[in-house]
């Protein structure tokens, strides 16, 4: 809360309670995450366009174009509210920027902490969360592709068992199927061929109906839930540090938001001091109480209260005008009138 220009300057006015480093640290902070917000908000929406509308809308609740949107739009209004807010010195906007980050915090660390407690509950709805993805595999590119991803890095296929690719209506294995993929896997459930060339798309034909050790030879037979849980369990230090990486900057910005706000209430107080003691210099607290100032003024009398001099009395002033009247006395022996 700069002075304006051009005006006096009061006492104390030149100081200011808020701190520079703070204010443009936290603008810079804020400033980075919206431009990332903004690049996650494009990304999703042009992966969302890219694709056919009756196929977009058969997997919202696992797509990952709206899920990249969503979270960059909240993101985007999280860090616009800190970003103006710290530009501005707005308090409003900095209690809500740091409100709804905190809010976010403890969001985070509770689903960490009930996800730990209740694992068996966690892994059933992960398994959830997989079969959904399965059923609609053909019908989301983005979705398609992060399952391919997910079996190659884990070597791993389907949920449970390389047979959950039955709920699939592409590899379901019924008999009035009319698929060419009936009864089979996607590629990326099949075995590294060592100097492949071309990838061999149909490497998974028929495989469902092998049984798990013909089908070992040629696919991945583990689940995917499986070798997610011990993956887990062999990168708990990987994962606490990604998940402390990702509260640093959010307990960081709870804190220069904090700080700065407590900066421009003390601010707002010293101006509210300042603009007092120009109204008023001597209530200045510490100053000697100011004595109080009697003016005495004459007391006028209206003429015709004042009664006028008669003249006998203004003859009896003049010496030797009436018998009687005393001489005045003669000089004494050092020359004074004598009395």
């Known amino acids: 809360m700069a002075r304006r220009p051009g005006a006096p300057a009061a006492y104390g006015e030149e100081f200011?309670?808020?701190s520079p480093l703070v204010k443009y640290l936290l603008f810079f902070f804020n400033m980075l995450f919206w431009?990332?917000?903004?690049?996650?908000v494009a990304v999703g929406v042009y992966a969302r366009l890219m694709k056919h509308a009756e196929a977009a809308l058969a997997c919202l609740a696992v797509d990952p174009a709206i899920l990249l949107i969503v979270v960059g739009v909240l993101m985007f209004l999280l860090t616009f509210c800190g970003c103006i807010g710290s530009l501005r010195e707005n308090i409003c906007l900095l209690q809500t920027f740091s409100l709804c980050l905190t809010i976010v915090f403890l969001l985070q660390l509770a689903a960490g902490i009930l996800g730990f407690v209740f694992s068996d509950k966690a892994r059933g709805k992960v398994s959830e969360i997989i079969n959904n993805a399965i059923v609609h595999y053909r019908d989301d590119l983005d979705l398609q592709n992060l399952i391919d991803f997910g079996q190659k890095k884990f070597s791993c296929c389907g949920g449970n068992s390389y047979k959950d690719w039955s709920q699939n209506m592409y590899f379901?294995?019924?008999e009035d199927n009319p698929s060419r993929e009936r009864c089979s896997v996607p590629y990326s459930c099949c075995l590294p061929t060592p100097?492949?060339?071309v990838i061999n798309t149909m490497c998974g034909q028929g495989m469902q109906a092998l049984d798990y050790l013909e089908a070992s030879k040629v696919i991945y037979t583990n689940g995917c839930i499986d070798k997610l849980v011990n993956w887990i369990h062999s990168n708990l230090f990987?994962?606490?540090g990604v998940a402390l990486g990702l509260a640093i900057p959010q307990l960081v910005g709870i804190l220069?938001?904090?700080i700065l706000v407590n900066q421009i209430k003390d601010q707002i107080k010293l101006q509210l001091y300042n603009q007092q003691h120009r109204a008023d210099p001597w209530?200045?607290?510490?100053r000697i109480e100011r004595p109080s100032r009697k003016?005495?003024?004459p007391i006028r009398c209206p003429l015709s209260l004042v009664a006028a001099p008669s003249h006998d009395f203004l003859a009896s002033l003049a010496p030797g005008r009436r018998t009687g009247s005393p001489e005045p006395p003669g000089p004494g022996p050092s020359g004074r009138p004598g009395h």
Do not use: E, H, K
Request: aromatic content about 4%; overall charge positive.
């Open 16 to 18: 200011t309670f808020v």
């Open 283 to 286: 209530s200045r607290v510490g």
């Open 256 to 258: 220069l938001s904090q």
């Open 195 to 197: 100097n492949q060339a």
């Open 295 to 297: 003016i005495l003024r």
């Open 35 to 40: 431009v990332i917000s903004m690049v996650m």
């Open 172 to 174: 379901n294995c019924s």
């Open 238 to 240: 990987l994962l606490g």
